[in-house]
Each structure stands twice: as structure tokens, then as C-alpha cells.
């Protein structure tokens, strides 16, 4: 592995891919914290044949969520997704829900799984989040709430949502799954709207393997959750409400105990890999990455590449082909956008007039591997057939396939 800086070292010209198999580069490799503690936690928990519901382990995650998110109500919740619906449950959402078209697919599945039906909003085209501009035109009287997401961990437009909620009488759910350790102009992500919900998925910051949270400044909101999250459990034989098994096992629990108390080497890492990329990839026309908007903190979870065709020379895909035959698995997240995949899709195939900035952006942007699995070597590594690519662009152009 080493700096490629002539087109003939190029893996798609011939040259020797920069990564073996065994060391390949892919976005989404996990964050390992301390292995003797976790191993420790989970032998205890296994000692003492308490594995879930509503165990210490969870408990005591709960405690340390509330507290580095700034709010005093965190519930842990068995993954990002179903931490959506119960937060949608719990907060008594109906009808149609607005959510961004510039995501996972998961915001929308979770809505459409609760029998509510997801409508499809374009995003601004400086945050990348639900544009609150675009939101009255697809209000209707069956209009419960309004999701903004945190995409890529950049902080959503969220005063602007949370008068538009509070005018219109809607509920405000974020759906933070990137977000842990974000901030917006000093205030904690997770202190907007009803409620926010985080991923603890393997491949983000703090992960639990599987898990989420729900975090909220409504005591109420939040023992709602506790209910919906077991069943409708509210004692020993007393089922209140509708519920699911939404709950969080101890083994989860006490992985992101302890990734949780190595999160700012994890920040450390990815602060490090996005200014090595930054500073690498300075001056190249037509390449740019996301930036944090000003005052907002970022916590550079995901590297973000914006590539311009007409002035680079080479569009996203060509790119893509590019490093994936070095064998550095960048990914077009969240390409080709909600509305274009099922069930959404054949209910409105037109879709994607209405979402011009969502379709300019999935056309645009690859994300590049970082974490703590990435060190500089390796960014150095990346860049630089970044680099090498668009200073040839035309023979690179002449030579690629899209990968599938
Ligand atoms: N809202 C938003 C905005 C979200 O992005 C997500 C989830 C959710 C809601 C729902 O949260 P969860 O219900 O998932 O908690 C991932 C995740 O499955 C998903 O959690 C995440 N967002 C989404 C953005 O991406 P993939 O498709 O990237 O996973 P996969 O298996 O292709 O892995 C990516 C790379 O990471 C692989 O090339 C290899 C590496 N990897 C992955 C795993 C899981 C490893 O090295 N080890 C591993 O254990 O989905």
C-alpha cells in the first residue's frame, strides 16, 4: 500500500490493487472498543444469567446515553429502525408522515411499517435534510409529523422544523441514526423536537452490534416508549397499550458501554482522517467534501465526496470503479433514494421530479472509508488515486465500468 500518483499504477489500468483481500478499505468497518471489558461485561452478564429485559447493563447504558446526550430520558431500543417506530407509536403519530427523500431507506420503512403512510420531501441543498421551505406544499389534513434526519451527522434544519411543527400542530421526530456526538450551535442533537432516535448499528459510531436509543426531553413520551418497547407491559401481568418486543439485550448493552467510553479516540480517529483527506484532496477540481456548517459540531462519521462531472472530468461512478478495483469499497449511500426503491416506487414513479436536489446529490456523492480501521497511510493511499484519477480523467473514462 502506497501513494499512486502515475494513471499506470491504477488497478484499472493494470497496476497491483493498493489492498489485498484481507485488508481491504470498506466504509462501515466497526469501532472496537476495549475487548477485555466488553469480554468482561459479557461474561458477567452470562455468569449471572441475566441476558435481557430491562436488565443493569441496559439500565446503566440508559444512565450514561441521557448524560452525553444532554437529555434526561434515553430509551435503549433493539435497532435504529424499530426505535423509529416505537417513537412513532408512542408519540400516537396517524395518516401521512413527511420524511426526507435524501436517506436510508429505513426512515421510510419504519414509517411505512406502522401503517402510516411516508411522503416523500425534498431536502436543501446546504444541510441536506428535510427543506422546512418544501414541507407546507405536502401538508394535508391527514399530516401527523414531520421526520428530519441528520444525514451523515450534519445537523438538520431544526429551529425551522420545530416552528413548523409548533404553527402547524405536528410532532417532530429526528431520526439522529448518524448523529451521536453532534451538536447544532452548541446545543445537544438530541435536545430538538419530540424526541430523536440513534442507530448503534455495527457500522456507526457507538455500536451495540444491533441496537438504538430513543432519546427525549418527555418523561411522558419516554414511559410511553418503556411500555411499547415490551409488549405493553406496564406490570406483572398488566398489558396497557400495543406493544412489540423493541428491547435491547444485555450482550448489546455492554458493547456499547464500552464503545461508548472509547468514543473520543473514536472521534479522534475520524477528526484525523477527514483533515488528512481534506488537506489531500485540497486544490482538485470538481472534488470537494462535505463540510460541518459553521458552529455546528460534526462528528465526521461518514467522509462524504462531492464530485462535479463537467469540471472533474469523470463523474461518481467512473470513481467508484476506480477504488473499487484498488479494493477500497467507497459506497453511494443512499443512491438511488427512497422514492426509487419499493414499495415506493411503483406507487409514484414520477417521484423524483418533485426531489431535484435529492436527485442531484445521489448522483454526486461517494463516501470514503474512515474509522478507526482507517489510518493515515491509508487515507494518504486513497487520496491519491483519487487524485490520479481526475488528473486523468479521460483515459480513466475510456477504461471503466460501473460497478453493480
Ligand atoms: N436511519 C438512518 C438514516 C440510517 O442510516 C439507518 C441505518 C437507520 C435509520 C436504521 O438504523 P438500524 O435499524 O440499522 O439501527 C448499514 C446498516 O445496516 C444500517 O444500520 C445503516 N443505517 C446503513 C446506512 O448502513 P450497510 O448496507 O452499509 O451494511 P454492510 O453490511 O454493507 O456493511 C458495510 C461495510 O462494513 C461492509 O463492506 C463490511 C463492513 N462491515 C459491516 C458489518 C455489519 C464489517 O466489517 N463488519 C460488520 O459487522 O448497512
Known amino acids: 500500500?502506497?501513494?499512486?500518483?502515475?494513471?499506470?499504477?491504477?488497478?484499472?489500468?493494470?497496476?497491483?490493487?493498493?489492498?489485498?483481500?484481507?485488508?481491504?478499505?470498506?466504509?462501515?468497518?466497526?469501532?472496537?472498543?476495549d475487548r477485555p471489558r466488553l469480554l468482561a461485561r459479557i461474561a458477567d452478564a452470562v455468569e449471572q444469567r441475566r441476558l435481557t429485559n430491562d436488565g443493569p447493563y441496559v439500565r446503566e447504558l440508559e444512565g450514561r446515553l441521557?448524560?452525553?446526550?444532554?437529555?434526561?430520558?434515553?430509551?435503549?431500543?433493539?435497532?435504529?429502525?424499530?426505535?423509529?417506530?416505537?417513537?412513532?407509536?408512542?408519540?400516537?403519530?396517524?395518516?401521512?408522515?413527511?420524511v426526507p427523500s435524501l436517506t436510508f431507506v429505513a426512515t421510510a420503512h419504519a414509517v411505512e411499517w406502522m401503517g402510516l403512510r411516508p411522503v416523500f420531501c425534498d431536502v436543501d441543498p446546504e444541510t441536506l435534510g428535510v427543506d422546512p421551505r418544501r414541507v407546507p406544499e405536502l401538508l394535508t389534513a391527514r399530516t401527523?409529523?414531520?421526520?428530519?434526519?441528520?444525514?451523515?451527522?450534519?445537523?438538520?434544519?431544526?429551529?425551522?422544523?420545530?416552528?413548523?411543527?409548533?404553527?402547524?400542530?405536528?410532532?417532530?421526530?429526528?431520526?439522529?441514526?448518524?448523529?451521536?456526538?453532534?451538536?447544532?450551535?452548541?446545543?445537544?442533537?438530541?435536545r430538538f423536537g419530540d424526541a430523536s432516535v440513534f442507530s448503534f448499528h455495527a457500522t456507526k459510531i457507538v455500536n451495540a452490534f444491533e441496537g438504538g436509543a430513543i432519546a427525549t426531553r418527555d418523561g411522558a413520551l419516554a414511559a410511553r416508549a418503556?411500555?411499547?418497547?415490551?409488549?405493553?407491559?406496564?406490570?406483572?401481568?398488566d398489558v396497557a397499550c400495543l406493544g412489540i418486543n423493541g428491547k435491547m439485550s444485555e450482550a448489546s448493552a455492554a458493547m456499547a458501554l464500552t464503545s461508548l467510553e472509547s468514543l473520543d479516540e473514536f472521534l479522534a480517529a475520524n477528526q484525523r482522517n477527514y483533515?488528512?483527506?481534506?488537506?489531500?484532496?485540497?486544490?482538485?477540481?470538481?472534488?470537494?467534501?462535505?463540510?460541518?456548517?459553521?458552529?455546528?459540531?460534526?462528528?465526521?462519521h461518514y467522509v462524504v465526496l462531492d464530485v462535479d462531472p463537467p469540471l472533474a472530468g469523470i463523474g461518481r461512478d467512473d470513481?467508484?470503479?476506480?477504488?473499487?478495483?484498488?479494493?477500497?469499497?467507497?459506497?453511494?449511500?443512499?443512491?438511488?433514494?427512497?422514492?426509487r426503491m419499493e414499495p415506493y416506487a411503483s406507487r409514484d414513479p414520477e417521484a423524483g421530479r418533485r426531489l431535484p436536489v435529492t436527485e442531484r446529490v445521489l448522483g454526486r456523492v461517494l463516501l470514503l472509508p474512515t474509522g478507526t480501521a482507517v489510518g493515515p497511510r491509508e487515507v494518504e493511499t486513497v487520496a491519491s488515486i483519487v487524485r490520479t484519477a481526475v488528473t486523468h480523467a479521460r483515459s480513466v473514462l475510456a477504461r471503466v465500468a460501473v460497478p453493480t
Open 319 to 339: 470513481l467508484l470503479a476506480v477504488l473499487w478495483a484498488e479494493r477500497i469499497f467507497a459506497r453511494r449511500y443512499f443512491h438511488p433514494g427512497g422514492h
Open 275 to 300: 483533515a488528512a483527506y481534506r488537506e489531500a484532496l485540497a486544490g482538485l477540481p470538481g472534488v470537494s467534501l462535505l463540510a460541518p456548517a459553521a458552529g455546528d459540531a460534526w462528528n465526521h
Open 144 to 190: 401527523s409529523a414531520v421526520v428530519g434526519v441528520h444525514l451523515w451527522g450534519r445537523p438538520c434544519r431544526v429551529e425551522d422544523l420545530e416552528q413548523l411543527a409548533a404553527e402547524r400542530g405536528l410532532k417532530l421526530l429526528f431520526d439522529a441514526a448518524h448523529a451521536f456526538a453532534c451538536a447544532h450551535r452548541g446545543t445537544g442533537i438530541a
Open 1 to 33: 500500500m502506497s501513494e499512486k500518483t502515475r494513471a499506470e499504477q491504477l488497478a484499472i489500468f493494470g497496476g497491483d490493487p493498493a489492498f489485498t483481500e484481507a485488508d481491504a478499505l470498506h466504509v462501515g468497518r466497526p469501532n472496537v472498543g
Open 226 to 237: 418503556r411500555l411499547v418497547r415490551n409488549f405493553g407491559f406496564a406490570g406483572y401481568d
Open 66 to 98: 441521557a448524560a452525553a446526550l444532554d437529555v434526561p430520558h434515553c430509551v435503549a431500543v433493539a435497532s435504529g429502525t424499530v426505535g423509529l417506530q416505537v417513537a412513532a407509536r408512542s408519540l400516537g403519530l396517524q395518516g401521512e408522515v413527511i
